[in-house]
């Protein structure tokens, strides 16, 4: 249980709840913080390897100068991918930390990777699908706005999000067109759901945990 290293980032004075897991890619730590920063520090020293502002804080008051990055990056290849709130959606170089490309984008919740695709969902409460190599748009949902959705989990056939009222959604990943929509329980899933293969797991803020596969209709 002996201390190997640590690091911190200052802390703004105003955040919003929670803090990003790290995730380990090679033999580096990388995490978000509240300040807007993506940073990779080494397994072996917490060196820092490189350090990266996704978002840079703007605006008179501190609601308006929030930054946070509270949701975990995802890795793929050579390739790390960050959003923040209030920020940019984003590729970075793994072993640099160079930004390839960014887009203006709000989440606190964060994004899935798949196939070369990430799915997003934003503060404002849309899911948007974007090309993992140029960060092109290939379709954005807006039928779930303001209903606090949680972070996307990708099966096999769908994309589903589940929101403050307690119910799990499910949209078509080529579209993005709602295939169909089931209500967990009373309580809102603040908990990202989990995906294996066509079934979602969902753990509710009340403590109920479900289950849930989905398979497209049958041709006739």
Same mark, same amino acid.
């Given at each position: 249980?002996?201390?190997?290293?640590?690091?911190?980032?200052?802390?703004?004075?105003?955040?919003? %709840?929670?803090?990003?897991?790290?995730?380990?890619?090679?033999?580096?730590?990388?995490?978000?913080?509240?300040?807007?920063?993506?940073?990779?520090?080494?397994?072996?020293?917490?060196?820092?390897?490189?350090?990266?502002t996704l978002a840079a804080?703007?605006?008179?008051?501190?609601?308006?100068?929030?930054?946070?990055?509270?949701?975990?990056?995802?890795?793929?290849?050579?390739?790390?991918?960050?959003?923040?709130?209030?920020?940019?959606?984003?590729?970075?170089?793994?072993?640099?930390?160079?930004?390839?490309?960014?887009?203006?984008?709000?989440?606190?919740?964060?994004?899935?990777?798949?196939?070369?695709?990430?799915?997003?969902?934003?503060?404002?409460?849309?899911?948007?699908?974007?090309?993992?190599?140029?960060?092109?748009?290939?379709? %954005?949902?807006?039928?779930?706005?303001? %209903?606090?959705?949680?972070?996307?989990?990708?099966?096999?056939?769908?994309?589903?999000?589940?929101?403050?009222?307690?119910?799990?959604?499910?949209?078509?990943?080529?579209?993005?067109?709602?295939?169909? %929509?089931?209500?967990?329980?009373?309580?809102?899933?603040s908990n990202p759901p989990?995906?294996?293969?066509?079934?979602?797991?969902?753990?509710?803020?009340?403590?109920?945990?479900?289950?849930?596969?989905?398979?497209?209709?049958?041709?006739?």
């Amino acid at each position: 249980g002996r201390e190997l290293w640590s690091v911190e980032q200052q802390v703004p004075r105003l955040s919003l %709840r929670g803090t990003a897991i790290p995730i380990i890619a090679r033999d580096m730590a990388i995490s978000g913080f509240d300040n807007g920063k993506v940073m990779a520090v080494s397994l072996a020293k917490g060196d820092t390897v490189w350090e990266t502002t996704l978002a840079a804080p703007h605006g008179k008051t501190e609601l308006e100068r929030l930054v946070d990055i509270d949701s975990t990056v995802q890795v793929s290849g050579d390739n790390v991918y960050a959003v923040g709130y209030q920020g940019r959606v984003a590729m970075l170089g793994l072993d640099n930390g160079q930004i390839w490309w960014a887009h203006d984008m709000s989440s606190y919740r964060g994004l899935a990777l798949r196939d070369d695709t990430l799915y997003v969902s934003t503060a404002e409460g849309e899911v948007i699908a974007l090309h993992g190599r140029d960060g092109s748009e290939l379709w %954005r949902n807006e039928a779930l706005r303001r %209903r606090g959705l949680s972070m996307p989990a990708v099966t096999s056939t769908a994309i589903a999000v589940a929101d403050f009222q307690g119910y799990l959604h499910w949209m078509d990943r080529a579209t993005g067109q709602l295939m169909a %929509r089931e209500r967990v329980a009373k309580y809102r899933v603040s908990n990202p759901p989990v995906a294996a293969d066509d079934t979602v797991v969902v753990l509710t803020d009340g403590g109920q945990l479900a289950a849930f596969r989905a398979r497209p209709k049958p041709k006739a």
